[in-house]
């Protein structure tokens, strides 16, 4: 597409326009009340904060520190001796950096994670677009995913680890199941929800059926199968770390279950932490990659 | 405006569509379409009017090949209808623009879905951009514009296409008053420019009368045609005199009095 050229400069002054915005409007009321001008008196100093205040980034900063605080208070209370502050758990987190062991969980965590999300997200999308276009595809395997939706996770894994061992199968299976079916679930209900004058548009204008589906049912889906691949990988975040839990301790699995056991809760603290921030980080990143790639119209406007 | 000397002569032109007995039962029983014959002659503008609900959008995508008749056919420039053609393009009631693609892709996109290549439909997309207001507006997207706008974009999109016949349904019913008066006015402009056949679905009599050179007035579901109105309205170069035009005023009331024995027998 032609727009990534321009659309970097209508991001610019989409983000600059906050600041001149002020001298912008008092320019044009003037302008246009080209009657006695109205003089805007004391507007400048409320705008100023009212635009701090209300910059997406400074109340996201303040959410944070507001939860990191509580949290803080809460340790120090104590609420219950097994849960430490904000900052013995950062000092935890910053050993297990400094020490190089988190790296290496994140490492064994990461393989079956990768593995299974990868799985998910090839597979679900696939199957979700297909049973989306087909209903005989929908009626013959949408039942499978609704009820591995519903099932607790939890009393599957035994199962899981009868048939696949404790080994990393077991692991990318508990991923899967996990993510897959609400990957497979959004993408089949976003297709479903094509807008019909849309459709008809690619008929009318004498679109063959792959085209329509490439060009118009695909981006049309796109915002909806993107928002079943963020739930998706979230959940399969979760499944990875249940797997580390109830299978065999790895990885993360094992900081937590370990600094658990000999009372270390701050390290246990500062591998969820981390999982969590890891978790969020991954996630953002897939919103970022779906503006970029499959929404244009989203980066002309901010 | 040379539209006055197109009037001036009453020579028939030949029906470039024909609908002949033409059903149309949706599953589950509803009947849209009794019987219905009809033909369009090429080069006008003729509207399909009738209350909501009629059938008159049935009908007109019946023609433009998106839904199939239960019975009867439809035949363009001699052909029966199996689906949509090269010969008929649609202007969408909602506008059906993709909002991920800017106003030139969505204008070209007819000729994209042809396979022309991408330097050639977007030369003949900007030409269309221009003659329809929106130069200047090519990489904005459809959420950029106002509903005026959008459904400029879409009927630049269905002047791209080079169709002989243009199927509007009730492309102005979702844009504000004043914009719909400068629209229809425009409407007449390029009825007069080019040289196409223009099907036009409306439920506002002011705007049929204004607009048309034949109204075909549909009677409740299941639709028949109960009357054709020909406007005798002299279209000179100041559109705002046609809204004054006594004969503009009769024909409103004229129609409004045939369709009011539907509004009460409904009643």
């Known amino acids: 597409m032609q727009t990534p050229t321009s659309s970097p400069a209508l991001r610019a002054e989409g983000q600059a326009s906050p600041a001149p915005a002020r001298p912008a409007g008092t320019g044009l009321s003037s ?116 009820i591995a939706q519903s099932a607790p996770l939890a009393a599957l894994i035994p199962i899981l680890t009868f048939a696949y061992g404790i080994g990393l199968t077991a692991k990318v299976m508990t991923v899967c199941i996990m993510a897959m079916p609400v990957i497979v679930l959004n993408s089949l209900n976003a297709v479903r929800h094509t807008p019909l004058s849309l459709l008809e548009m690619g008929r009318s204008f004498l679109g063959s ?17 993107f928002a079943g691949l963020r739930l998706g990988c ?54 970022r990659l779906e503006v970029t790639l499959f929404r244009p119209e989203k980066r002309a406007t901010r | ?42 080069g006008q ?33 001699g052909k029966v209808v199996t689906g949509p053609g090269p010969e008929r393009a649609f202007v969408f009631q909602d506008f059906a623009l993709m909002p991920w693609a800017n106003v030139l892709r969505n204008v070209a996109f007819g000729l994209e879905l042809r396979g022309v290549a991408r330097s050639e439909r977007e030369a003949v997309a900007e030409s269309y951009i221009g003659q329809v207001g929106l130069k200047g507006f090519e990489k904005a997207y459809p959420h950029e514009l106002s ?14 296409v080079n169709a002989k016949v243009l199927l509007m349904d009730e492309p102005f019913s979702a844009v504000d008053e004043q914009t719909r008066r400068k629209f229809q006015e425009d409407l007449l402009e390029l009825v007069a420019r080019e040289r196409k056949t223009f ?35 002299p279209r000179g170069d100041d559109p705002e005199a046609i809204r004054r035009d006594p004969a ?20």
């Open chain 2, 199 to 233: 099907l036009f679905v409306t439920h506002s009599i002011e705007e049929a009368v204004y607009v048309s050179d034949r109204i075909v007035l549909l009677s409740r579901r299941p639709s028949r045609v109960s009357q054709i109105v020909e406007p005798d309205i």
């Open chain 1, 234 to 287: 979230a959940a399969g975040f979760i499944g990875v770390i249940l797997a580390e839990l109830l299978i065999t301790p790895t990885g993360i699995g094992d900081i937590i279950t370990y600094n658990q056991s000999i009372a270390e809760y701050a390290k246990m603290y500062a591998a969820i932490f981390s999982i969590i921030v890891f978790s969020v980080l991954f996630i953002e990143l897939i919103e």
């Open chain 2, 248 to 267: 503009y005023i009769d024909t409103v009331e004229e129609i409004w009095q045939g369709l009011k024995k539907y509004l009460d027998e409904g009643v």
């Open chain 2, 147 to 160: 509903g005026g706008m959008r459904q400029r974009v879409g009927l630049a999109r269905a002047l791209t």
């Open chain 2, 45 to 77: 503008l003729t509207t399909l009017l009738g209350p909501s609900g009629c059938g008159k959008t049935t009908l007109l995508k019946i023609i433009a090949g998106l839904i199939p008749a239960t019975g009867g056919e439809v035949r363009v420039d």
């Open chain 1, 209 to 225: 059926r792959w085209q329509v589906i490439w060009k118009i049912v695909l981006p049309a889906a796109a915002p909806v199968i």
């Open chain 2, 1 to 42: 405006m040379n539209a006055a000397t197109a009037e001036a002569i009453p020579a028939e032109p030949r029906a470039i569509v024909e609908v002949e007995d033409v059903s149309k039962v949706y599953p589950g029983g509803t009947e849209a379409l009794n019987h219905v014959s009809l033909d369009f002659p090429e």
């Open chain 1, 31 to 146: 302008g246009s009340d080209s009657a006695p001008p109205v003089a805007p008196v004391a507007l400048p100093a409320p705008n100023v904060m009212a635009q701090l205040v209300s910059h997406p980034l400074f109340l996201r900063l303040v959410s944070v520190v507001i939860v990191f605080s509580a949290w803080e208070y809460a340790g120090r209370v104590p609420i219950s001796p097994a849960f430490p502050t904000f900052l013995e758990t950062m000092d935890a987190l910053s050993g297990l950096v400094a020490d190089g062991t988190l790296f290496q969980a994140f490492w064994i965590t990461l393989q079956p994670l990768a593995i299974g999300l990868l799985a998910s997200v090839v597979v679900g999308v696939a199957f979700g677009v297909t049973m989306g276009l087909n209903r005989l595809a929908e009626w013959f395997g949408a039942p499978l995913f609704i």
